[in-house]
């Protein structure tokens, strides 16, 4: 067997991660093929008809055929050209505005719930196949927010399900808590499609939601997982690894303010796990900050 030969089960999860789903036809299609006659004539006659040749027909460029002429004898007909798809709305600030007039209005979880199922302002949802809003418990007296769900959160519609969400999972464990325990978030609540960065007006359009989630929740404290949500959350600049393990503050909308640790992103750590050390230590810290504050 040949070892270098690629995993099919890899090249398939590559290839959804990419964000490519499903299939446009039965069988492959080779466009090569297809193209190649037209390729044969045109070199052969440099480009143009030769001078021994038929002259064009009306509206028929030299050496290709109309979009009437019939086909070539032994040659493929070419489909027909796809029409174009409709062009995105482009989300702007006017968006952004109307978010934070809608966040505003939100006076529980479940109406700020509904108000983003029914959101149209940001593009993300038309490619995402599910709103990932929370997991766990809003009551609890502590709060995660990540950055935006991956794969296995927009299938499932909740937050850190995959391999990052099992590694929550059992961080939560190492200081006595689940999610039962504990309410979690992202400040993006659609996955961007094939996990790509969500971009800055993405971001500020989804901020008022996110920021009006953690005013409903009023943690005791707030946990931010990555650097992408301490910046929005904490109006950060410095990256995550020189900020996390310093405890800052979150001030809501209404000037409550919520004490907040910044800590490394699960996914980080999965891809760094010399760093699970660093982790570790931030949630000795949040475990000692509730445990102080019952």
Known sequence: MDSGRPDLRELLLFYADAGVDEALEDSPVDRFAESAPLRRNAGASGGALRPDGPSPRVGETAGVPSPSAPPARGSRA?????????????????????????????????????????????????????????????????????????????????????????????????????????????????????NRTPTPIETEIC???????????????????????????????????????????????SGLTIPAMPTLHPAYLLRNPAHKKLAWRDFLEIKARLRSLV
């Open 78 to 194: 070419l489909p027909p050209p796809a029409r174009p798809e409709p062009a995105a709305a482009v989300p702007d600030e006017a968006q952004a505005a109307r978010a934070r007039e809608l966040a505003r209005s939100a006076s529980s979880m479940e109406e700020l719930r509904a108000l983003l199922a029914d959101f149209d302002g940001c593009n993300l949802k038309s490619t995402a196949k599910t709103l990932v809003f929370a997991d766990g418990n809003p009551q609890a007296d502590i709060m995660f927010v990540g950055e935006a769900p991956g794969r296995e959160e927009d299938l499932e519609g909740l937050p850190f399900v995959g391999r990052s969400g099992r590694l929550l999972d059992r961080m939560l464990a190492a200081i006595g808590l689940d999610r039962s325990r504990a309410y979690i978030a992202n400040v993006i609540p659609w996955r961007p499609p094939g």
């Open 207 to 253: 901020r008022p939601f996110i920021e009006r989630q953690v005013e409903l929740a009023n943690p005791k404290v707030l946990v931010t997982l990555g650097g992408p949500s301490a910046k929005v959350l904490l109006h950060a600049s410095e990256g995550v690894l020189r900020l996390r393990g310093t405890w800052k503050t979150h001030t809501t909308a």
